[in-house]
């Protein structure tokens, strides 16, 4: 039964410790740093886990610069964010079959890779679920929160430095960003946590899959809202995604690319993620941005 779909954890926050590097132009490892992040775990159905990693609040400057990226990057701006929690992972088939009962057909099978194939309005029907039954208000990343997560203090291309390589990421490695040599095509995704995280603790920030996020697609930052915010005023029916995918070069893997698509199509390379605004339990299960959405969108899975 619904009821019992969810072991509901305690609310324990531990101290994660963990390494990420830094590369040069080259892709050479200039330095290896130790990190600590505050983490909880929450139990799903059958033991199934689900890591939450805590973001610090603070400010950054989001998008590219004017000699860099694309004009949907720009223009670069200045955004300030409370503290949040953001799934350590891109969400896994392992988690959606916990959650939801069900697949999407997704074109790289394995328990541990991340759920593919999915829509927006799947994402957003998984949060609900996610949130109806664990009291807690699971929602997508606003796309402001993504960036800042996948930064992790960096205003570099990479949050790992000036460019990437396929030890770092899973993209087309055929293609390279800068100086680095040319790595692996892995022809499908990974199983997250494959490679190294970032300064934040998150993995999987770039490439592997696209992430879905909350806000409407607009065409440039041009009156962005500066508090981290979800962007739905202005809305052109379309959703963005985040973080480059298998698929990809590494130029659309960067922190500040985006991708624009309906929110009923699911490709083979789309995912999600899920973030918290705060991790306390909730009686009614569902924050108040996600009602709204699901009153205007129908939310039945497409997979």
């Not at 990974?190 to 920030?205: H, I, R, W």
Request: with cysteine; hydrophobic share 35%; glycine share 10%.
């Amino acid at each position: 039964m619904a009821e019992a779909m969810f072991q509901c954890s305690e609310t324990v926050a531990q101290t994660l410790q963990f390494a990420t590097v830094t590369v040069d132009a080259d892709g050479s490892v200039i330095r290896t740093e130790t990190c600590h992040a505050e983490r909880f775990v929450e139990t799903l159905r059958d033991g199934v886990a689900l890591e939450m990693i805590a973001i610090p609040g603070g400010a950054f400057q989001m998008g590219s610069r004017a000699s860099e990226g694309y004009p949907d990057e720009q223009p670069q701006h200045s955004a300030r964010l409370q503290p949040f929690w953001m799934a350590r992972y891109p969400v896994t088939q392992r988690q959606w079959q916990a959650v939801l009962g069900s697949l999407p057909r997704c074109r790289t099978v394995g328990p541990e890779h991340p759920v593919d194939r999915v829509s927006w309005h799947d994402a957003v029907a998984f949060c609900r679920r996610l949130a109806q039954h664990t009291g807690r208000a699971y929602r997508l990343p606003g796309e402001t929160e993504w960036e800042y997560a996948c930064r992790a203090g960096s205003a570099t291309p990479f949050c790992f430095g000036p460019t990437i390589t396929t030890d770092l990421a899973n993209y087309v490695g055929e293609h390279t960003y800068l100086g680095e040599p040319k790595g692996i095509y892995r022809h499908g995704s990974s199983e997250v946590g494959s490679f190294p995280p970032n300064a934040f603790g998150l993995c999987d920030m770039h490439g592997n899959v696209w992430e879905w996020c909350a806000d409407a697609w607009h065409d440039d930052h041009v009156g962005a809202p500066a508090d981290g915010s979800i962007w739905e005023r202005g809305a052109t029916g379309a959703r963005v995604l985040r973080g480059g995918c298998w698929h990809d070069p590494p130029n659309l893997c960067r922190s500040a690319a985006r991708l624009r698509q309906a929110p009923d199509q699911g490709e083979d390379f789309f995912g999600c993620r899920v973030a918290l605004s705060s991790i306390e339990r909730h009686q009614a299960g569902q924050p108040t941005w996600l009602g709204r959405i699901v009153r205007r969108w129908s939310t039945k899975p497409t997979g």
